[in-house]
């Protein structure tokens, strides 16, 4: 009986050693020409809409959006399936934990910054 709640703790990774994944939060951004699919306009911001499909959201740098994001206007929107978390980059790096994509760094899981550490 154990076994399956911890295995099912693991999943949800509610275990030590197990991070559970981040997305981006959904919060009040600010207006960059029209607001993005989920948001509407209030005064400078773009204000997440209360229906509860709102994804999170970043301004975007240049002309393309980090991995598990897609373009919405001036934005770049967290892609359903996606549980990462991105920030513009500033400088040449990320902050330790966070991965390079483009202009922008995304938190990280493990596996995926040791795989990005052997790409390097």
């Given at each position: 009986?154990?076994?399956?709640?911890?295995?099912?703790?693991m999943a949800a990774g509610l275990v030590a050693g197990t991070p559970a994944m981040a997305q981006q939060p959904v919060r009040?951004?600010?207006?960059?020409?029209?607001?993005?699919?989920?948001?509407?306009?209030?005064?400078?911001y773009?204000?997440?809409?209360?229906?509860?499909?709102?994804?999170?959201?970043?301004?975007?740098?240049?002309t393309s959006c980090p991995l598990g994001f897609y373009s919405?206007?001036?934005?770049?929107?967290?892609?359903?399936?996606?549980n990462r978390e991105a920030m513009q980059k500033t400088g040449n790096s990320c902050p330790l934990g966070w991965f390079?994509?483009?202009s922008y760094c995304i938190k990280g899981r493990q596996r995926e910054l040791n795989r990005y550490a052997v790409l390097k």
């Open positions: 009986m154990v076994l399956p709640l911890f295995a099912a703790a009040p951004l600010p207006k960059v020409g029209g607001c993005p699919l989920g948001y509407f306009s209030s005064g400078s773009c204000v997440p809409s209360k229906g509860g499909n709102t994804q999170g959201t970043i301004e975007k740098s240049g919405s206007g001036s934005y770049c929107l967290s892609s359903p399936s996606s390079s994509s483009g």
